[in-house]
């Protein structure tokens, strides 16, 4: 089935930039139009029209991040029928439009091409990696020497440094928190914060303590010139993401700020400038407490990553959907299907289960 599928996707990826045509389609894969369509549904959790819309808008920014070829000769190319078209369609998937982003490129939630025969239980550093997050690094240490702190999103990624010798000329902590699930309260990190999580969490006071304040003293006791933030560009990442820059805003942190957007599996890291605080405790009462898309402007990332955050917290949305149609599977097929296809969330285990033990009970 799955090669049948990837050959599917292979063929919509090839006439990506064609008037589409699904009895087409359904005539070189020998199958009815309507089963292609049914079938491309119920395996990725997303239909044809919607892949190929994410596929063309992210192919589009590329293009203009890269190129100096004309808004609407991009448009033209992409399908669209005028540059305003093509202009609304972006901005309302990056929250940004097509000539700002040209002109400041800013970090962006990718979609690649659907791979539904290489899934893969995870990915480590590789030297590649390694050497770009080292000249990162570097840069940073001859603006500001000793007094920075580096903040990973999660305990996995700071394992990932460790192992590869990436912290030894600063501080490093870990931020292990899924902030993404669960409630929250306006004060980050007072009692209330702490007992709110825990009780969300299903763990002890103590044992969040353990797990989540701990690791952060370094942020809490001493006083940095720089911090610098490594998180990933999905949702689960953008979150935490948004809930420290509105914890450095609550405390009044007056230094420099910088965002790395690094990919949790294949540590892929893209540089940005350095962050203006301002705003972010508002946008983060918003977002994770009363749960609405801010009028503020936002990097792009973190615009797709609330527009994730925001379908997510809904009872019916295209997790729950696919879940729905393969309940009967075995757990961890189950769940290894809804990593692969579901990445931009950037959900864990602990999630997943939740979600699909709800839904058995429903």
């Given at each position: 089935?799955?090669?049948?599928?990837?050959?599917?996707?292979?063929?919509?990826?090839?006439?990506?930039?064609?008037?589409?045509?699904?009895?087409?389609?359904g005539n070189d894969m020998g199958y009815s139009p309507y089963y292609c369509s049914f079938k491309f549904h119920q395996v990725t959790g997303i239909s044809i029209k919607r892949y190929m819309s994410l596929r063309k808008i992210y192919l589009a920014s590329?293009?203009?991040?890269?190129?100096?070829?004309?808004?609407?000769?991009?448009?033209?190319?992409?399908?669209?029928?005028?540059?305003?078209?093509?202009?609304?369609?972006?901005?309302?998937?990056?929250?940004?439009?097509?000539?700002?982003f040209r002109k400041f490129p800013q970090p962006l939630q990718t979609y690649v091409k659907l791979n539904l025969n290489g899934i893969k239980d995870g990915f480590m550093m590789d030297i590649s990696q390694k050497l770009i997050i080292g000249a990162l690094?570097?840069?940073?240490?001859?603006?500001?020497?000793?007094?920075?702190?580096?903040?990973?999103?999660?305990?996995?990624?700071?394992?990932?440094?460790?192992?590869?010798?990436?912290?030894?000329?600063?501080?490093?902590?870990?931020?292990?928190?899924?902030?993404?699930?669960?409630?929250?309260?306006?004060?980050?990190?007072?009692?209330?914060?702490?007992?709110?999580?825990?009780?969300?969490?299903?763990?002890?006071?103590?044992?969040?303590?353990?797990?989540?304040?701990?690791?952060?003293?370094?942020?809490?006791?001493?006083?940095?010139?720089?911090?610098?933030?490594?998180?990933?560009?999905?949702?689960?990442?953008?979150?935490?993401?948004?809930?420290?820059?509105?914890?450095?805003?609550?405390?009044?942190?007056?230094?420099?700020?910088?965002?790395?957007?690094?990919?949790?599996?294949?540590?892929?890291?893209?540089?940005?400038?350095?962050?203006?605080?301002?705003?972010?405790?508002?946008?983060?009462?918003?977002?994770?407490?009363?749960?609405?898309?801010?009028?503020?402007?936002?990097?792009?990332?973190?615009?797709?990553?609330?527009?994730?955050?925001?379908?997510?917290?809904?009872?019916?949305?295209?997790?729950?959907?696919?879940?729905?149609?393969?309940?009967?599977?075995?757990?961890?097929?189950?769940?290894?299907?809804?990593?692969?296809?579901?990445?931009?969330?950037?959900?864990?285990?602990?999630?997943?289960?939740?979600?699909?033990?709800?839904?058995?009970?429903?």
């Amino acid at each position: 089935m799955n090669n049948m599928m990837q050959e599917m996707v292979d063929w919509i990826e090839d006439h990506l930039f064609e008037d589409f045509s699904l009895e087409r389609l359904g005539n070189d894969m020998g199958y009815s139009p309507y089963y292609c369509s049914f079938k491309f549904h119920q395996v990725t959790g997303i239909s044809i029209k919607r892949y190929m819309s994410l596929r063309k808008i992210y192919l589009a920014s590329i293009e203009l991040k890269e190129t100096n070829n004309k808004i609407i000769d991009i448009a033209f190319k992409y399908g669209f029928l005028s540059q305003e078209a093509f202009s609304r369609a972006f901005k309302t998937t990056f929250g940004i439009s097509p000539n700002a982003f040209r002109k400041f490129p800013q970090p962006l939630q990718t979609y690649v091409k659907l791979n539904l025969n290489g899934i893969k239980d995870g990915f480590m550093m590789d030297i590649s990696q390694k050497l770009i997050i080292g000249a990162l690094q570097n840069k940073i240490y001859e603006q500001f020497d000793q007094d920075i702190l580096n903040i990973l999103n999660g305990q996995a990624m700071y394992e990932e440094f460790s192992k590869h010798q990436l912290m030894e000329k600063s501080d490093y902590v870990p931020f292990n928190e899924a902030m993404c699930s669960n409630d929250t309260c306006v004060s980050i990190f007072s009692d209330e914060f702490k007992k709110m999580r825990a009780s969300g969490h299903q763990v002890s006071i103590r044992d969040y303590e353990t797990v989540t304040v701990t690791p952060l003293k370094p942020l809490f006791e001493n006083k940095y010139k720089c911090i610098v933030l490594w998180f990933g560009d999905d949702m689960f990442c953008q979150m935490n993401l948004l809930t420290v820059l509105a914890f450095l805003e609550q405390e009044g942190y007056q230094g420099k700020v910088f965002f790395h957007m690094i990919k949790d599996m294949s540590y892929e890291v893209e540089e940005t400038e350095d962050i203006l605080l301002g705003g972010y405790k508002e946008i983060y009462q918003q977002v994770l407490i009363h749960h609405r898309l801010p009028e503020a402007k936002l990097m792009p990332v973190m615009y797709q990553g609330i527009k994730l955050y925001l379908e997510y917290l809904k009872e019916d949305n295209e997790i729950t959907a696919y879940i729905k149609k393969h309940v009967g599977k075995p757990l961890d097929e189950l769940l290894k299907q809804l990593f692969h296809l579901f990445p931009q969330y950037g959900l864990g285990d602990l999630q997943y289960i939740k979600m699909i033990e709800t839904i058995k009970k429903a």
